[in-house]
């Protein structure tokens, strides 16, 4: 030692000392090369993910200075293909980015492990649903198993102009889904020259009507599945998705060609179901053009309230030899106190930490009306043949807007269609 000291430069000596002194003193020695685990993590290259990771990466490393991160980005629509290559070239990470929908397929091969409770320092499945929000646990979970922790979590929330409103002379917004369609019907005014103003507007394509049906059904008691089996041509079911079908058919709030979030902006749609996350953007667009402002998600009149989220989070492969790192890895990332930032960066709600969403929605009446339904949130329509399903789902819902085909007739087809989708 005394050699070492002997020949080492000024600077060299005051880190030698440094960290001599730093061990005894409680400081966090520097991990070796050969000691130090690597937790491969491939995510999102997309919108605000490289910004806040970079910096969850450099402050957990800093914390865990025998754990390194190693973060791979990809863009958001190539890391389900990327995923399923590597593992058929037997090239994985130990932690990847998944949304729900896509995560059964990996979860019903075995590929992806459940919540390492011990890893999290918890005894239980139970100890784990408490790190979230009072009634969001129920919108995470898997068959009643928890595999992720979640990155952002978006449920559906109701927008409306204000201001048209109040030039109509309506002081109250609706909560029901019949009482909006009464309302949006007289909100619609057609010209000479078409469409000029529209009482709501319901997105039609991707997932968005996936999110929609199972809204009502759920509304209603029902679900997409019952014991295994396609479940829409249910009466109940049938009744619920009526009252969907109503809005364009019978009400006339919902019209096919005229509903875009572009026309709600220009302030011709009086209402606008839409995502929680859509809000700031809602606001940067609308500026004071009118007066935005958000309801409570509507349900049925004789139903009770429901709503549906889906979320990206982090998930733990099952090859990883490094899991219960990788656990503290995705832990620490989504952690209350890194809550905050995610949305502060990103607009992404991390479901952690009463404090900072309290402060949140004390200070803005409109993200707390959106809170509210994450109470009555479950989990959007996750299945191993997403991609196949929603496709179906979308035929269907345009089998009766656009084409006029009965609701019964038009559920019994889809759930023909789905039983041979779901025995392939």
């Not at 009634?135 to 929330?157: I, M, N, Q, R, S």
């Not at 019949?178 to 319901?202: C, D, F, N, S």
């Not at 500026?287 to 139903?303: C, I, K, M, Q, T």
Request: with cysteine.
């Amino acid at each position: 030692m005394k050699g070492l000291f002997r020949f080492a430069q000024p600077c060299q000596f005051m880190v030698l000392l440094v960290a001599v002194v730093g061990i005894g003193m409680g400081m966090p020695a520097p991990a070796s090369a050969a000691s130090r685990v690597t937790v491969t993590v491939w995510t999102s290259a997309t919108g605000p993910y490289p910004e806040i990771q970079a910096k969850l990466e450099k402050d957990f490393e800093a914390k865990h200075p025998s754990i390194d991160v190693k973060l791979e980005y990809i863009d958001w629509a190539q890391i389900q293909t990327k995923l399923l290559a590597g593992l058929a070239g037997g090239v994985t990470p130990d932690m990847v980015l998944l949304p729900t929908r896509y995560a059964p397929s990996f979860i019903e091969q075995g590929l992806l492990v459940p919540v390492d409770y011990k890893a999290l320092g918890l005894s239980s499945q139970t100890d784990f649903a408490k790190l979230f929000l009072p009634g969001v646990a129920g919108a995470l979970d898997f068959g009643g198993k928890f595999y992720f922790l979640p990155t952002e979590l978006t449920w559906l929330g109701l927008y409306y102009n204000k201001s048209m409103l109040d030039t109509a002379g309506i002081a109250k917004v609706p909560n029901t889904w019949e009482e909006l369609g009464q309302l949006g019907g007289k909100l619609t005014h057609i010209g000479p020259g078409g469409v000029e103003r529209a009482g709501l507007a319901l997105c039609r394509w991707g997932p968005f009507t996936g999110f929609w049906f199972l809204s009502f059904m759920r509304s209603a008691g029902e679900d997409w599945l019952k014991d295994g089996k396609p479940n829409f041509s249910n009466p109940r079911s049938v009744a619920a998705l009526q009252v969907f079908a109503d809005l364009y058919n019978r009400y006339r709030a919902a019209i096919p060609e005229f509903e875009s979030q572009e026309n709600f902006e220009a302030g011709k749609i009086g209402f606008i179901a839409g995502l929680s996350m859509a809000l700031a953007g809602l606001r940067e667009a609308i500026h004071d053009s009118f007066e935005l402002r958000v309801a409570e998600y509507p349900h049925l009149a004789s139903g009770r309230p429901a709503n549906i989220a889906y979320a990206w989070g982090y998930f733990v492969l099952a090859n990883s030899k490094h899991q219960a790192e990788a656990w503290k890895v995705a832990y620490e990332f989504t952690s209350p106190e890194n809550a905050p930032f995610w949305y502060k960066t990103g607009s992404l709600f991390v479901p952690r930490g009463d404090k900072w969403v309290a402060e949140m929605a004390q200070k803005d009446a409109d993200m707390r009306t959106l809170l509210g339904g994450l109470s009555v949130a479950t989990m959007e329509l996750a299945h191993p043949r997403f991609d196949d399903i929603i496709r179906e789902i979308n035929a269907a819902c345009n089998d009766i807007v656009l084409k006029g085909l009965g609701v019964a007739s038009a559920m019994a087809e889809l759930d023909a269609r789905l039983t041979k989708i779901l025995k392939r």
